[in-house]
Structure formats: C-alpha cells, structure tokens
C-alpha cells in the first residue's frame, strides 16, 4: 500500500524499488503497512544477554519491560521526550514497596500473551533473571548495580525481588530488554541437557511479549518482524518490519532520501546535514548520552600527574573538534553525567580551549620543553581516527606532541575489558542506558563499573558512589551525584569532546518516534497515519 502524505511516499513493501532491493523477496499480505528499514546488516542473534552486530537494534522490538519511562512534551512542536524521573508501570501492572526499601512486590498485568499465545506469568520474569545470571553478563550486570539479591515467584502474577540495600536505580533498570522476559513456556521446548537455557535457539529466534516477533531471517539479506496479534499494548500502526541489510551508507541515504525506506541506520553527519535541507524527509534530533572522549589512564605515568592531565583538557580544541569531527551538530560535554539525566552538574568543568594556560599546567608537571605522548584509536567508532587527529594538531600547539597509534577493534575491546585495561590515552564512547545518574556514574568510573575503559581509581570517588547507590533521600543522594562529578572532573581523565547526538531522517508523515536510552527507535511507536 503506498500514501503520498506532503512530499514524501510512505511506501509498503510492494511499492519498493526493484533496483534498490531486488533481493528482498517477501511479500506483504494485502493491506499490510509494512516499515522498511535500511539497516546495517542483519542481525547477528537475538539474545539480549549476548550482543552480537545489530542485535540490540531489533531485541529492543521484542522485549520489554515490567516498567517504562513516562514522557512529557519536548521543546521542539510535536516532538515528546522521556522524562527520566517518571517511572510507570508496563507488562507490571502495579508494585509495592517494604518500609526499608529492600523489598518490591510486583503485579503482573493479566492476559498479556506472546505470539505462541502462552500468557505472561512469574515464572516467565523469574526464568529470564535466572537466565541473565547464569550467563552473567549484561542482565548480571544490571542486577548488580541495581542491588538485586534474589527474585521469586510468589504465586502466578505476583514476583517479589529482594535487594541488598535500598536501590533508586532499580525501577529504572525494569525499564530495560535485559534481563529479557521471555516465554519460557514456549523457550524449554527447545532446552538440552548441554544446553539448559536453550541459548541456540534463543539466539537464533525470537519469544517475547512485545510488540513484534521475527517471522524470518537471511543473514546478509534481510529480517522480517511481524506485530505480535496478542500485543497488550493494541495494534502497532506498522505490520510488518523488513530490517532490510543494506551496508552502503551513501545506498541508506538514498533510499531514505527518495521514501523507498523510511528508516535508516547510521548515516554520516554530513548526509544528516543534507538530508535536513531536503523538503522530502524530516530529521529529528536528540543529544542522547554517548559521549564521543578521550580517556586517560591515571594509574599509567606518566599520566598519573594530575596537571598533565589537565593540560591536555585545556589543549584540546573543541569548536574545532565539533566543526570538523562531528559537522557542527555534537554538543559540548562537561560532566560523565548525560544531560538529560537528572543531578548532572557541571559547576567544575573549566577546560574551555586554553593553550597559554595548557602550556602553563605542563611547565608546573614538570615538562617546560613539552612532553611526547602516544594516542591510540580504532574503528569501532566512526569518530575516532578524526578525532584523534584533531588532538593531535591541538595538543600539539600546547606542547603535548601526540603519536598516533591505529590498534585493531579486538584490541581495544580487550584492552579496556575489566580484566585488563592498560590503555593510557584512547578515544571511545559510552553510553548508559538506564537514566540515573549513579549508574552513569557506577557504570564509567567507579572501580568496579563494567565501561571504567581507563581504569579511574580514586577510592573517594568510589566511597560517594557507593553511597548514593543506597541513599534514599532524594536531596542527599542529589549531593553525593555533584561531588562525586566535581571530583571526576577534576581528576580529568577524560577529554570531554562532544555527544554527537541522535539524528534520525524519516518521512515528514512519520509521528511518535522518542529518542531511547539504547539509541533505538521503538518500531510500536511509529506511525504514518493521518
């Protein structure tokens, strides 16, 4: 079915271009509104607890959560946006909380249903915790920070969890894909005696109770979603999604560009700027939380000295450094914390581009003839090689001659993984996918924080962490987050450049897209009706 609404098509899947995607060879059933989305690639699996390439892109379609982020309206007209401080109840119904903050006891919404009509139950949210432990990976994680101890199935709706210590990080943690909440019911089907949590058969299929569900998959062609017909939430607008593979960027922007996808993956920054000149497509813009930097490794000389450290923060050039890395569309980061989380502050954050004092600062480390440094970068981010260009010519200037240094993705995945991290200057980016900021805090710097890439150890800091993790008064917990971000940055060890920011083209007919924490959109949410 095609809709020529303004100057843009929203165009089905029958109406494609045969040059453009010849290879994409189902059909949509009549009167099917189908969403094309230009994609990277294919995904690599579907199991949230084991990210492989594009994985996370289209899980976020499948699972959800017990809770969800209320929205309040965005500056921009028609926009809306999370509000991070409003939590809500979603496959839960409803919660109770013990006095001492340690105990929460949900209620399961009644008659939710997955695609294989099994419905939802305790035993399935208990199933998909104890799944996440087992691999103790990203969903151990998130119980950890979130000071989940235990978890139960109380009778069929009710699941209690009991927590360590009073968590604020917890309500919003419910919020995410992992730990997934599967059908187990239709998951121990497929379990084995050397496969107890059917992990192959998880990663190759799809058994959630959100809104879609994977109907089938070429690797190197395309994936193909079809709306969950139990859906709790209603009928999404969107029927059918081909997640379609399409690895030219310059193919992705064309096929968005001419309305023959109506979603695309990572465009450049100057095809975003293109496509913001183009009557046919509209682009919405967000800062999000992934802060492109350059991460210093204190524990390393000569980068323990403080002052050095801070010299090259004063170095850097950062209207240069937005205007040729990220087209002028990044926005300046000043603290570890995102700005749309609450409690970011960035009170302490002097480093505007200062060369005579960055000269100043290496003279009092110890380096009145300047000092020779080595930067290294890879390609996992498309940022990076440019970025650590620009250091180099800025720093440069100050005395801080830079040494470029090209390592492999595996390298830097291995080099800044918890058991290793002895990195001393490189670029990367982050960003925390649940909106508090003592996670953001916890995940980047504490000692023990999955994504501390540059090994920051400043027991203080820790101490302020770990307090607010506990800390239940809000106005407390609110002065433990500054001090613990004042102390972060002036230990500078990361060159804050820019959150590059989440620019998505769609058809100006398009409504309902919300920028989310994971940097994806939620296909149930999309619309192109009148």
């Known amino acids: 079915m095609k809709r020529n609404i303004g100057s843009a098509r929203c165009v089905g899947m029958r109406t494609l271009g045969a040059a453009a995607l010849a290879a994409v060879v189902w059909s949509a059933p009549a009167g099917a509104e189908t969403l094309v989305v230009a994609a990277t690639r294919t995904p690599g699996g579907f199991d949230g607890d084991a990210l492989k390439p594009n994985t996370q892109n289209v899980v976020v379609q499948m699972y959800e959560g017990l809770t969800r982020y209320g929205y309040k309206k965005n500056q921009q007209p028609g926009r809306m946006e999370i509000d991070p401080s409003q939590v809500l109840p979603h496959l839960a119904e409803s919660w109770t909380v013990s006095p001492d903050g340690k105990t929460y006891t949900f209620k399961l919404r009644q008659g939710v249903k997955s695609p294989y009509g099994n419905e939802l139950t305790s035993a399935d949210v208990v199933w998909g915790w104890e799944k996440s432990r087992a691999q103790k990976r990203t969903g151990a994680f998130i119980a950890r920070v979130s000071s989940v101890q235990s978890f139960e199935a109380v009778d069929k709706y009710t699941v209690r969890f009991q927590l360590e210590a009073p968590s604020k990080i917890f309500l919003s943690a419910l919020t995410l894909y992992v730990p997934g909440i599967y059908d187990s019911t239709e998951v121990r089907k497929h379990v084995t005696d050397d496969d107890p949590w059917a992990l192959k058969w998880i990663d190759r299929n799809t058994a959630g109770f959100g809104a879609y569900h994977l109907e089938s998959l070429r690797a190197g062609e395309a994936a193909v979603f079809v709306a969950n017909p139990n859906y709790f939430g209603g009928k999404p607008y ?18 968005v560009r001419t309305g023959q996808a109506q979603w695309t993956e990572e465009l450049t920054l100057k095809q975003i700027n293109e496509l913001k000149k ?10 999000g939380t992934g802060h492109a930097s350059a991460r210093i490794n204190m524990t390393i000389a000569p980068f323990d000295n403080v002052k050095l450290r801070q010299a090259i923060a004063y170095a850097a050039d950062y209207d240069a450094i937005n205007k040729a890395v990220f087209e002028g569309l990044g926005t300046q ?5 995102p700005p749309i989380i609450p409690g970011t502050d960035t009170s302490k954050w002097t480093y505007a581009t200062d060369p005579d004092k960055a000269r100043q600062l290496l003279k009092e480390a110890g380096y009145p003839d300047g000092i020779d440094i080595t930067l290294e970068y890879s390609a996992i981010f498309w940022f990076e090689e440019p970025l650590a260009i620009q250091l180099k010519d800025a720093l440069g200037k100050a005395g801080i001659r830079v040494n470029l240094q090209k390592i492999t993705n595996a390298d830097m995945r291995s080099r800044t993984a918890p058991n290793k991290r002895d990195l001393p200057f490189f670029t990367f980016m982050d960003n925390p996918i649940v909106l508090d900021p003592v996670y953001a805090l916890y995940l980047n710097a504490h000692s023990k924080g999955a994504s501390n890439r540059n ?11 770990d307090a607010a993790r506990v800390e239940q008064d809000d106005a407390k917990r609110l002065e433990l987050v500054k001090q613990a971000q004042q102390l972060h940055t002036t230990d500078s060890t990361w060159v804050m450049t820019m959150y590059p920011g989440a620019h998505e083209p769609m058809p100006p007919c398009m409504t309902g897209y919300v920028w989310q924490p994971d940097y994806h959109e939620r296909w149930r949410e999309l619309s192109c009706g009148k």
């Open 238 to 255: 969107y029927d059918r999604v081909v997640y379609r593979e399409v690895p030219n960027a310059g193919t992705r922007f064309t096929l």
């Open 278 to 287: 183009d009557q046919r497509v509209k682009v919405e813009s967000d800062v």
């Open 333 to 337: 980061a000043r603290s570890i914390v």
């Open 455 to 465: 090994n920051y150890s400043n027991p203080e800091f820790d101490r302020l962490v």
